[in-house]
């Protein structure tokens, strides 16, 4: 028998929150599948999303992949070309290309066809990660429309804050008021700003984590932005096993550092699933898990294979009980914020040793 723990991809859950973004805009849809599809596995999922408008993932070799597995759609690379070489192969494969730097133009010249590449001009409307300033954009669109080697033209930007109170308003009306001298298709919204701001949709809307079935927005930061509530499912569910049931005393204690000591007798059940699996080692005492599909908490400190369930409440559970880490019945948005981080990055800190099945 293997080791218990696995990931459950579920591609109706995919299609279906494809389907609630379809239903959110009419704008066209590139889904984001950067990052191995955010850890659901990006061959897989472009698979099951096949009815997206496009595709926006980082790496060159990805996309040639896409490629070659017969998508037509528009193949964008989020953050461009990194050098004059990589052209051939954008020419080649016939994929878009952000471009947000100066040196990016100029390196275009190499580009070996006339009029064929799509590129699209990122904006840096305040979050100074890509882009041009807002000052720099007519220069740039200057010489991209000019260019031999360009054929369509969009204007895009990332927000910062789409997700948070503070909301998209400022550089919504700076980016408004740079493309308003051009008819050229935009694109700005990422899921928050796709599911909570209208007036950013323009001409595409990039999708990202709400296709995995997690919702962008923090969990408690308001009515209807839970996953559930916006009709989201969960992609991935990361499960395993109880391996091994301590029976602890009052005052005994709990893995490295001695994290957890017992106020009283009590059960708890040894998981096969530690941080080598990417489940996070910063999840503290209380982290929320499944046991047997009922709430219960972790304790101690998550080691590189294992982890501790308190099995207090739970008389019924032992060696064998099924566990829940994130997913069906437990939101990953929950498990995250325990531990002080993302969604996004519990999905894709899933390492190549957990089995992935479908
Ligand atoms: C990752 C990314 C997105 C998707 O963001 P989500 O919050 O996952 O929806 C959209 N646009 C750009 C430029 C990105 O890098």
Redesign the pocket.
Known sequence: MHRPIQARINLGALESNLRVARRTTSARLMS?I?ANG?GHGMLRVAEVLSASDGF?LLDIQDAVQLREAGFRQEILL?EGFFGAEDLALVAEYHLAC?IHSAGQIAALDAYPKNGSLDVWLKVNSGMNRLGFAPNEVAQAMEQLRRHRAVREITL?T?FANA?EERGVAEPLALFNGIAAPYRVARSLA???A?LRYPETHGDWV?????LYGAS?FAPGGGEGLSAQQLGLQPAMTLSSRIIAVQELRAGDEVGYGALFRAEHSMRIGIVACGYADGYPRHAPNGTPILVDGQRAQTLGRVSMDMLYADLSKLPQAGVGSAVTLWGDGLPIEEVARAAGTIS?ELMCALTARVPVVV
């Open positions: 984001i950067k955010y926006a989020l952000v895009m990332h997700d990422n899921s928050a796709l990039r999708p990202g984590v709400m962008p996004y």
